[in-house]
Every structure is written in C-alpha cells, then in structure tokens.
C-alpha cells in the first residue's frame, strides 16, 4: 500500500510539474546592481517542481555523488505543528525531472525545517520535530523539542529516522561541517526555563552544537543570547565562521567567530531575513530568506553579502508562506535555488503552498569579492 501511494504521489507530481510549467514561468523581479560592486544576476527556467496538494514549504537543495538532492516537509493539515507531518527527499540527475527517493516521519511528532549535510562520505537529512501526540497540541512545548536525522551512503538507501542525542530541548536548523567536525544551529530557551506559551523570543538563545559523527551532539558556543532563531553557518577554510541568524521582526544579524568560537561579534542587517541562506558561489557571499516589503508582503529574495551590507539582486516569484532557500553551485556564475511559496492558485481558485526552483547565472562583474563578507 505504501509502494502503491508513493506511486501514485510520484504520477501526480510529474503530471502537476508538466501542466504548470508554463503557468509558473512568471515575472522574476530582478534588481540591477545600482553600485559597480554588485554584480547582476539572470533568473531564469522558473518552475514549480512540487505539489501534491498538501502544504509543501521549508527546502534545502544539496548535490551529492553527482545526484541532485531536493528535501522539504509536505503535511495534509498546513503550515502549523501536526503529527500528520513528513519530510519528503527526491532526487535528479538534470534538476528537471525529480523522482521520490525517500519519505520519512515520527510518531506523534511534527517534522519541519529539513535540513541536509554531507559528512564523512555520506548524507544526512536532518529535521527538527515539535512533540505532538496524537493531534496537534494546544500548547507547543518548546522544551520537548528533538532533532532527528536519516543517513545514506548513497543517496538512495535510508536509515529510519535516528533521534539525535544531546538535542533534547532544542529546535535545531542548518547544518555545516568544517574539519572533521559537524555543526548545527540549536534554538532553546535559556535554562529551559517554562513560559505560559510557546514562544518567548526574549528568553530564547541559540546555540553552536558539534558533532564528531554527525549523530551524537554536545554544545561548542552561546552565539546569540537573546531573540535566538534560526541561523546558517558558513565556515572559511581557516575555521572561522559567518554566520546570518534570524532575530527580530524587524532586522536579522550577522555572527562571526574564530576557533574555538569562544568569542563572537554581532551586528544587525538591515531586514528582516526569515529561513535564512548563506553560500559561497565563486568567491562572492549569497544570502537568501523572506522579506516584508510594505504593501507587498513577504517575498523570498537573494542578496549579495558585500562589507557586511546586504544588496538585493534578485526578487523571486513569491507571496503568502514562502522562503527557506536551499542553493547549490553549479560554476562560479551559474547556481540553482529552491524555495516554497503560497502565490498560486489551483483551478478551483484555492491557495496552494508548492515548491519552486530557477536557475541562477551571474551576467557582470566589475570587482573581485573575495573575502568581501567582513
């Protein structure tokens, strides 16, 4: 029965891709460097490679053995926490065609926030999961959130999901390794102190967490002290780290450190980035997420990261739910991103919450951003 409906998932994802590609080849808002330091981007082949009719949101993009790798949660009930949540991860060999390589959930507990790593020669799909029970809780307890992993060696064989241990407590997010080591973005609240609600980003930290086998996990360093969320870490080949980390409703900042990461210095962007990115692409810093324009409402954007500054260069076709890019590299000026959004409507009129993906080139540059990210 499995077998059959994944089957069938599979039909309706190919035929939906097919029937919308023309319908999603939408008006890319792309931004034209106005300084010479900027360089100018083409967005081009936008497509929706995803919906099944559920609510598909939060990607990551990866390519490994020569493989392109696609993960994002799919869940029958919406955005919000359900136990009727999974991650899905597909595959491709082009970026084009996509194709079911695996499925995954736990009992009782919301999945949310796939994120992948390869570490040590394989690769892990980890996620974040909200406890649940039976139904979706009425208070979401924060402090009994758990990260799990899957783990191949091919990209097409699973391990079931694997609870990570030393992960109790924390809603953890993007991963990076660097020497031998694995790192992950842990959010929790300070001393695991209990709140009326869920939610109380004035007593939320995050945390560097570190991991020798990618599976059991130990603190390294406090990085943000209050308004912690979620953050991707972008380490140098010297071991020093980048990172951009969600924070207010208004802003978002950047976190930098050297080993052994004792030491951190913050400063604040200018936006707000929800489901934040950050890639090397070539020797230039790319920054993705959400952003809240005035009467436009969210979009998912892409930035060039240039002196600690942010510079839009692309706007992508987005609205409602949305964000949580995944890039992948294809040359130092051709890239592939994936994001979700809820800016479509099905033929009956309904809102649909669908994956998407365009392909990324660089078109001119007129200086050399190495090491421009400080």
Same mark, same amino acid.
Request: aromatic fraction near 12%; glycine fraction near 6%; charged fraction near 25%.
């Given at each position: 029965?499995?077998?059959?409906?994944?089957?069938?998932?599979?039909?309706?994802?190919?035929?939906?891709?097919?029937?919308?590609?023309?319908?999603?080849?939408?008006?890319?808002?792309?931004?034209? +460097?106005?300084?010479?330091?900027?360089?100018?981007?083409?967005?081009?082949?936008?497509?929706?490679?995803?919906?099944? #009719?559920?609510?598909? +949101?939060?990607?990551?993009?990866?390519?490994?053995?020569?493989?392109? !790798? %696609?993960?994002?949660?799919?869940?029958?009930? #919406?955005?919000?926490?359900?136990?009727?949540?999974?991650?899905?991860?597909?595959?491709?060999?082009?970026?084009?065609?996509?194709?079911?390589?695996?499925?995954?959930? =736990?009992?009782?507990?919301?999945?949310?926030?796939?994120?992948?790593?390869?570490?040590?020669?394989?690769?892990?799909?980890?996620?974040?999961?909200? !406890?649940?029970?039976?139904?979706?809780?009425?208070?979401?307890?924060?402090?009994?959130?758990?990260?799990? +992993?899957?783990?191949?060696?091919?990209?097409?064989?699973?391990?079931?999901?694997?609870?990570? *241990?030393?992960?109790?407590?924390?809603?953890?997010?993007?991963?990076?390794?660097?020497?031998?080591?694995?790192?992950?973005?842990?959010?929790?609240?300070?001393?695991?102190?209990?709140?009326?609600?869920?939610?109380?980003?004035?007593? *939320?930290?995050?945390?560097?967490?570190?991991?020798?086998?990618?599976?059991?996990?130990?603190?390294?360093?406090?990085?943000?002290?209050?308004?912690?969320?979620?953050?991707?870490? %972008?380490? *140098?080949?010297?071991?020093?780290?980048?990172?951009?980390?969600?924070?207010?409703?208004?802003?978002?900042?950047?976190?930098?450190?050297?080993?052994?990461?004792?030491?951190?210095?913050?400063?604040?962007?200018?936006?707000?980035?929800?489901?934040?990115? =950050?890639?090397?692409?070539?020797?230039?810093?790319?920054?993705?997420?959400?952003?809240?324009?005035?009467?436009?409402?969210?979009?998912?954007?892409?930035?060039?990261? =240039?002196?600690?500054?942010?510079?839009?260069?692309?706007?992508?076709?987005? #609205?409602?739910?949305?964000?949580?890019? #995944?890039?992948?590299?294809?040359?130092?000026?051709?890239?592939? =991103?994936?994001? !979700?959004?809820?800016?479509?409507?099905?033929?009956?009129?309904?809102?649909?919450?669908?994956?998407?993906?365009?392909?990324?080139?660089?078109? +001119?540059?007129?200086?050399?951003?190495?090491?421009?990210?400080?």
């Amino acid at each position: 029965m499995i077998r059959r409906n994944w089957q069938l998932l599979e039909q309706l994802h190919i035929s939906t891709f097919f029937a919308h590609l023309a319908a999603c080849a939408c008006i890319v808002t792309t931004v034209n +460097a106005i300084e010479p330091a900027t360089p100018q981007v083409r967005v081009t082949n936008v497509r929706r490679v995803f919906y099944n #009719g559920e609510h598909n +949101a939060f990607t990551d993009l990866v390519r490994f053995r020569d493989r392109f !790798y %696609l993960t994002f949660r799919s869940c029958p009930d #919406g955005h919000m926490v359900f136990p009727t949540s999974s991650n899905i991860i597909l595959e491709s060999d082009d970026a084009r065609s996509w194709r079911p390589a695996h499925r995954f959930s =736990v009992p009782k507990r919301d999945t949310r926030d796939p994120h992948f790593l390869i570490f040590k020669d394989k690769l892990f799909a980890y996620t974040g999961t909200w !406890y649940c029970g039976d139904s979706a809780p009425e208070v979401r307890e924060f402090n009994k959130q758990l990260g799990y +992993a899957v783990v191949s060696s091919d990209g097409r064989t699973w391990s079931k999901p694997i609870m990570l *241990e030393g992960t109790y407590g924390h809603f953890i997010w993007r991963a990076a390794a660097h020497d031998g080591t694995a790192y992950l973005c842990g959010r929790r609240k300070r001393e695991f102190v209990e709140t009326p609600t869920d939610r109380r980003p004035d007593c *939320e930290e995050s945390v560097m967490l570190e991991s020798k086998d990618g599976l059991i996990w130990q603190k390294r360093a406090l990085f943000q002290t209050h308004y912690g969320n979620e953050t991707a870490f %972008l380490f *140098e080949p010297d071991g020093s780290v980048l990172a951009v980390a969600r924070f207010t409703l208004s802003d978002s900042q950047l976190c930098r450190s050297k080993p052994p990461y004792s030491e951190w210095k913050r400063t604040n962007l200018d936006r707000f980035i929800g489901g934040p990115l =950050v890639a090397k692409w070539g020797n230039r810093y790319l920054v993705g997420g959400r952003k809240t324009v005035g009467d436009k409402g969210p979009k998912t954007s892409l930035d060039w990261l =240039v002196d600690g500054k942010l510079h839009e260069f692309a706007e992508l076709p987005s #609205g409602g739910d949305n964000s949580y890019p #995944g890039f992948v590299e294809l040359s130092p000026t051709r890239g592939l =991103v994936s994001w !979700y959004s809820s800016h479509e409507k099905d033929d009956s009129g309904k809102t649909i919450t669908a994956i998407y993906m365009a392909d990324l080139e660089v078109t +001119a540059s007129k200086i050399n951003h190495t090491n421009s990210a400080d």
